[in-house]
T-cell receptor, first 113, second 110 residues
Framework: DVKVTQSSRYLVKRTGEKVFLECVQD?????MFWYRQDPGLGLRLIYF???????EKGDIPEGYSVSREKKERFSLILESASTNQTSMYLC????????????FGNGTRLTVT | GQNIDQPTEMTATEGAIVQINCTYQ??????LFWYQQHAGEAPTFLSY????GLEEKGRFSSFLSRSKGYSYLLLKELQMKDSASYLC???????????FGAGTTVTVRA
């Protein structure tokens, strides 16, 4: 079974802090994704990476950046956390084939105060 | 833009059948996914439709009509463990950008 592991289940940070969310997958998947999930809005794509060191903006990239230095690891960075970034963050991965389903991590609940 | 609509909530009795509808208007269409998400857990893959018709997987079936921009997920012989949120996601013209609906929360009552 594919395992996607997010480093933290819950995080509380202060406004203005730099925040790192880490995600690791163990199935050699080419593609990795970061979503945020908010009530009534569904999952929204922040950034994705189709290969090592390659990254593309999703639908809501403002205030975020990403890093993918190794195939198995995809990091989401909040350069200066703000209260409107309080959310559930979900990492996902899949093989390079677009029809493949996403495999999600359990999520990180981030609260910015 | 992308627009995916599904009902917010549905309630059904154990042993019954529930149908969750999803309508979409997207830039291109290359397939539709259904995911199940239990409270506090990761979404997990249920089904994928790319051609019109019904796909059956045990108690769960998914239907697609591309001409109508419509899909449904059918849950039969409902069990308490089926209480969860069900997410509809469309693969449009960009292979990397799935468009998700807001999810339908299904509550199964005894």
């Amino acid at each position: 079974d594919v395992k996607v592991t997010q480093s933290s289940r819950y995080l509380v940070k202060r406004t203005g802090e730099k925040v790192f969310l880490e995600c690791v997958q163990d199935m050699d998947h080419e593609n990795m994704f970061w979503y945020r999930q908010d009530p009534g809005l569904g999952l929204r794509l922040i950034y994705f990476s189709y290969d090592v060191k390659m990254k593309e903006k999703g639908d809501i990239p403002e205030g975020y950046s990403v890093s993918r230095e190794k195939k198995e690891r995809f990091s989401l960075i909040l350069e200066s956390a703000s209260t409107n970034q309080t959310s559930m963050y979900l990492c996902a991965s899949r093989p390079g084939l677009a029809a493949s389903p996403l495999h999600f991590g359990n999520g990180t609940r981030l609260t910015v105060t | 833009g992308q627009n995916i609509d599904q009902p917010t909530e549905m309630t059904a009795t154990e042993g019954a059948i529930v149908q969750i509808n999803c309508t979409y208007q997207t830039s291109g269409f290359n397939g539709l996914f259904w995911y199940q998400q239990h409270a506090g857990e990761a979404p997990t893959f249920l089904s994928y439709n790319v051609l019109d018709g019904l796909e059956e997987k045990g108690r769960f079936s998914s239907f697609l009509s591309r001409s109508k921009g419509y899909s449904y997920l059918l849950l039969k012989e409902l069990q308490m463990k089926d209480s969860a949120s069900y997410l509809c996601a469309v693969r449009g013209s960009n292979d990397y950008k799935l468009s998700f609906g807001a999810g339908t929360t299904v509550t199964v009552r005894a």
